[in-house]
C-alpha cells in the first residue's frame, strides 16, 4: 500500500486558494499574529533537513530556535528556488501566523523573498547570503552571513600537515565570490604550511548534484589528491566516496565526522543556533532587528569540527596558534603580496582587505596555487 502523502505547505495554501477561502485568510492578517500566544518563526530549507550538509546546519539553529520560551517554530524542507517558496511563506504566514520568517537558501532573494515581503511590510525577512543593500531592498528584509573561510583556512592548515602527495582536492558547485573565498582561503591555509601544496578544483555547475560530485570527488582522488573538501549543499557523497577511496576529508555546513570516521580531519561549519537564537531574543523584547549580520570565529557565527584522529599534534598546534589569532581579530588571510594562478597581482605588497572588506564579497580570482579556472 502507498505510503499516505504529506500535504506540504504550499500545496494547502494552493488548495484553500481554490476554495475561496485565501481571501478571508489574507484579511486576516494584520489580526492574527497579535492573537497568537507564541512568536511564529518560519524557516524554509531548499534541500532535506537531515542533508549532513547546508540544510542539516540551519536545521539545527532551527531546533535551537525552538528550545526558546515563546515560541513556535515552523519548518519546510525540499523547496525549490521558484514560485514554490512564495507559496510556503505566504502559507506560513495566512494559516499560522508566522512573523519572523528565514528563507534559507541563496536563490530565494530575488525576486522571492522580496516580492513577498513587500505585500507584508509588517512582517520580517531574514535571507542567509548577504545580499540586502540599504536603499534597494525593503526596510524588513535583512540578510545574514559569516566569515566561515577563517574556519576553511585552519582546514588547509590541518589538510596540508596531512597530506603526503602535497595534492588537495576541492569539489565547489559555482564560481561566484562565496565560494571562491572558500576555495582561496583553504589553499592559503595550506600553503602557510607548505608553498609546495597546490588544489585542485573541480566546479559541478550546482548546488546538489550527487553524481557529478561522486565524478569530480574520484577524479581528484585519481590524480593522486589524498585530502579532499568541497562547497556543496551536502558535503555527504564527497565525504563518504574519500573515505571509500582510503583518503583524508575536511568537511563543510556541518560536521561529516559520522560518515568517515577514520579519514575526517575537520571541518568549517556553521553556528547558525546562535545567529537565531540572537535574532529571536531581539524579536521577542521588541529590539530592532539589523539588516546586516556578520561574524566569524571571534562572533560565534562559525566553528571548526573537533579533530579527527588522524590528525598529529603538529597540526593541532598550528591550527590552534592560528585560530586564538582570528578570535583576538588579528590574524588577515587576504595580504600582499598576492597573485592568482594565472601570475597577477591582486593584492599589492604592503595592502591588506580584512574580513569585512567589500572587495571581498566581489572576489573574481583564484589564488596562486590552486589548478582549475573559473571561465
Given at each position: 500500500?502507498?505510503?499516505?502523502?504529506?500535504?506540504?505547505?504550499?500545496?494547502?495554501?494552493?488548495?484553500?486558494?481554490?476554495?475561496?477561502?485565501?481571501?478571508?485568510?489574507?484579511?486576516?492578517?494584520?489580526?492574527?499574529?497579535?492573537?497568537?500566544?507564541?512568536?511564529?518563526?518560519?524557516?524554509?530549507?531548499?534541500?532535506?533537513?537531515?542533508?549532513?550538509?547546508?540544510?542539516?546546519?540551519?536545521?539545527?539553529?532551527?531546533?535551537?530556535?525552538?528550545?526558546?520560551?515563546?515560541?513556535?517554530?515552523?519548518?519546510?524542507?525540499?523547496?525549490?528556488?521558484?514560485?514554490?517558496?512564495?507559496?510556503?511563506?505566504?502559507?506560513?504566514?495566512?494559516?499560522?501566523?508566522?512573523?519572523?520568517?528565514?528563507?534559507?537558501?541563496?536563490?530565494?532573494?530575488?525576486?522571492?523573498?522580496?516580492?513577498?515581503?513587500?505585500?507584508?511590510?509588517?512582517?520580517?525577512?531574514?535571507?542567509?547570503?548577504?545580499?540586502?543593500?540599504?536603499?534597494?531592498?525593503?526596510?524588513?528584509?535583512?540578510?545574514?552571513?559569516?566569515?566561515?573561510?577563517?574556519?576553511?583556512?585552519?582546514?588547509?592548515?590541518?589538510?596540508?600537515?596531512?597530506?603526503?602527495?602535497?595534492?588537495?582536492?576541492?569539489?565547489?558547485?559555482?564560481?561566484?565570490?562565496?565560494?571562491?573565498?572558500?576555495?582561496?582561503?583553504?589553499?592559503?591555509?595550506?600553503?602557510?604550511?607548505?608553498?609546495?601544496?597546490?588544489?585542485?578544483?573541480?566546479?559541478?555547475?550546482?548546488?546538489?548534484?550527487?553524481?557529478?560530485?561522486?565524478?569530480?570527488?574520484?577524479?581528484?582522488?585519481?590524480?593522486?589528491?589524498?585530502?579532499?573538501?568541497?562547497?556543496?549543499?551536502?558535503?555527504?557523497v564527497v565525504v563518504e566516496t574519500a573515505e571509500r577511496r582510503g583518503i583524508f576529508c575536511t568537511g563543510y555546513h556541518a560536521s561529516q565526522a559520522a560518515l568517515a570516521p577514520k579519514g575526517y580531519l575537520?571541518?568549517?561549519?556553521?553556528?547558525?543556533?546562535?545567529?537565531?537564537?540572537?535574532?529571536?531574543?531581539?524579536?521577542?523584547?521588541?529590539?530592532?532587528?539589523?539588516?546586516?549580520?556578520?561574524?566569524?570565529?571571534?562572533?560565534?557565527?562559525?566553528?571548526?569540527?573537533?579533530?579527527?584522529?588522524?590528525?598529529?599534534?603538529?597540526?593541532?598546534?598550528?591550527?590552534?596558534?592560528?585560530?586564538?589569532?582570528?578570535?583576538?581579530?588579528?590574524?588577515?588571510?587576504?595580504?600582499?603580496?598576492?597573485?592568482?594562478?594565472?601570475?597577477?597581482?591582486?593584492?599589492?605588497?604592503?595592502?591588506?582587505?580584512?574580513?569585512?572588506?567589500?572587495?571581498?564579497?566581489?572576489?573574481?580570482?583564484?589564488?596562486?596555487?590552486?589548478?582549475?579556472?573559473?571561465?
Amino acid at each position: 500500500m502507498a505510503a499516505p502523502h504529506r500535504l506540504s505547505r504550499r500545496t494547502l495554501l494552493h488548495t484553500v486558494s481554490a476554495a475561496g477561502a485565501l481571501g478571508v485568510l489574507g484579511s486576516a492578517l494584520p489580526w492574527r499574529p497579535a492573537l497568537a500566544k507564541d512568536l511564529v518563526v518560519g524557516f524554509v530549507y531548499v534541500g532535506p533537513r537531515d542533508d549532513f550538509g547546508y540544510n542539516q546546519a540551519h536545521a539545527e539553529g532551527a531546533a535551537a530556535v525552538r528550545a526558546l520560551p515563546g515560541v513556535k517554530v515552523l519548518e519546510e524542507e525540499k523547496v525549490p528556488e521558484t514560485v514554490d517558496v512564495e507559496k510556503s511563506m505566504e502559507s506560513m504566514i495566512a494559516l499560522d501566523g508566522a512573523r519572523l520568517l528565514f528563507p534559507t537558501s541563496f536563490g530565494y532573494f530575488d525576486p522571492h523573498v522580496l516580492k513577498v515581503a513587500k505585500k507584508h511590510s509588517s512582517l520580517t525577512f531574514l535571507h542567509c547570503g548577504g545580499l540586502w543593500t540599504e536603499g534597494k531592498h525593503p526596510a524588513n528584509v535583512g540578510s545574514y552571513f559569516g566569515y566561515i573561510d577563517e574556519a576553511q583556512y585552519l582546514s588547509g592548515i590541518v589538510a596540508a600537515h596531512t597530506s603526503k602527495t602535497k595534492k588537495l582536492g576541492f569539489v565547489a558547485a559555482k564560481p561566484i565570490p562565496q565560494v571562491l573565498r572558500n576555495i582561496n582561503s583553504f589553499t592559503l591555509g595550506a600553503r602557510s604550511v607548505d608553498p609546495a601544496v597546490t588544489t585542485a578544483v573541480i566546479f559541478t555547475g550546482d548546488w546538489s548534484m550527487p553524481v557529478k560530485e561522486a565524478e569530480a570527488a574520484n577524479s581528484l582522488i585519481d590524480q593522486g589528491v589524498d585530502v579532499v573538501t568541497c562547497h556543496v549543499d551536502s558535503p555527504k557523497v564527497v565525504v563518504e566516496t574519500a573515505e571509500r577511496r582510503g583518503i583524508f576529508c575536511t568537511g563543510y555546513h556541518a560536521s561529516q565526522a559520522a560518515l568517515a570516521p577514520k579519514g575526517y580531519l575537520t571541518g568549517a561549519e556553521w553556528n547558525w543556533a546562535k545567529v537565531y537564537t540572537d535574532y529571536v531574543t531581539l524579536v521577542l523584547a521588541g529590539k530592532t532587528v539589523p539588516n546586516l549580520v556578520r561574524g566569524g570565529l571571534k562572533e560565534g557565527v562559525v566553528k571548526t569540527s573537533a579533530y579527527g584522529p588522524a590528525v598529529s599534534d603538529a597540526a593541532r598546534a598550528n591550527a590552534d596558534a592560528v585560530k586564538a589569532q582570528f578570535m583576538d581579530g588579528s590574524f588577515v588571510i587576504y595580504k600582499g603580496p598576492l597573485k592568482d594562478n594565472k601570475g597577477n597581482t591582486v593584492i599589492a605588497a604592503g595592502e591588506a582587505q580584512g574580513q569585512t572588506d567589500i572587495a571581498l564579497e566581489s572576489m573574481n580570482y583564484l589564488v596562486e596555487g590552486v589548478t582549475g579556472s573559473i571561465g
